[in-house]
């Protein structure tokens, strides 16, 4: 199985990693998740953290095929419009997004213009389809349970698991934002641990504790050795325990207001209104 070359981005403030995957210096590429900065004091935007991503690209003159999303991330905006506008690139997420399209359509009473079929996408991929980057085959791995949308891409010997797994003294990603599911995440993760051992796994966050630089690559067999949430030997019925129990301690996300409402229009801000502003709305006492 071919090796993709990958670059890795921090973006320290939400912690996310995105990815620039290529088959070699020259060819093709594909972008995942990327990070769009933005000041919630202020409401302003900027292009800072796209724009390393953008400048790697040219300097490596690579082509970009794909603008690849994991799932409607909730805690920061998606940059998948300006890399498309810089670079170029198919903007594609898995085909459940409409789900959440739906679920976040009512929570924030959306515009009756703003459908939720996915059309906001350039591509959306189903389950086990299969496409290339260049000359390395990748495949659609269908994730959920951290949303009901979540895909992991694998990219010839790498998989982009978005927020599933973490690294292992981390553990996994939180089951109750609307949709999500615990018991689903369990078998979603044994679907990527069933993988073989030497499978790279590549995280999209990272949250080290104190002493710990970020980390973002980790295999299948350190994963099922050292994971502290579902190393081997946890059980479904033990993981949803734990699961559900540590999510009620934790609070939502910093972004998740304004990051959902973004996110599901493939990074798109709302329509502005009669006075040219685009605004975000607060849903009060709803999540």
Known sequence: MKKPQVEAFLDRDSETFTYVVYDHIGGHAAVIDPVLDYDPKSGRTRTDGAQRVIDFVRTHNLTVDWVLETHAHADH???????????????????????????????????????????????????????????????????????????????????????TL???????????????????????????????????????????????????????????????????????QQFVAMREARDKTLEMPRLILPSIQVNIRAGKMPPAEDNGTVYFKIPVNVL
């Open 166 to 236: 973490f690294m292992p003294d981390v553990g996994t990603a939180r089951c109750d934002f609307p949709g999500g599911n615990a018991h689903t995440l369990y078998q979603s993760i044994q679907t990527l641990l069933s993988m073989p051992e030497d499978t790279r796994l590549f995280m999209c966050h990272d949250y080290p504790a104190d002493k710990r630089e970020h980390a973002y690559l980790t295999t299948v067999a350190e994963q099922k050795k050292h994971n502290i949430h579902v190393h081997d030997g946890v059980t479904e």
């Open 77 to 163: 905006l998606s940059a998948a419009p300006f890399v498309r506008e810089q670079v170029g690139g198919k903007i594609a997420i898995g085909e459940k997004i409409t789900a959440v399209q739906s679920i976040f359509k009512n929570v924030f009473n959306l515009e009756k213009q703003f459908l939720v079929d996915g059309s906001q996408f350039d591509k959306l991929f189903a389950e086990g389809e299969s496409f290339n980057i260049g000359d390395i085959n990748a495949e659609v791995i269908y994730t959920p349970g951290h949303t009901p949308a979540d895909m992991s891409w694998r990219i010839g010997d790498a998989v982009f698991v978005g927020d």
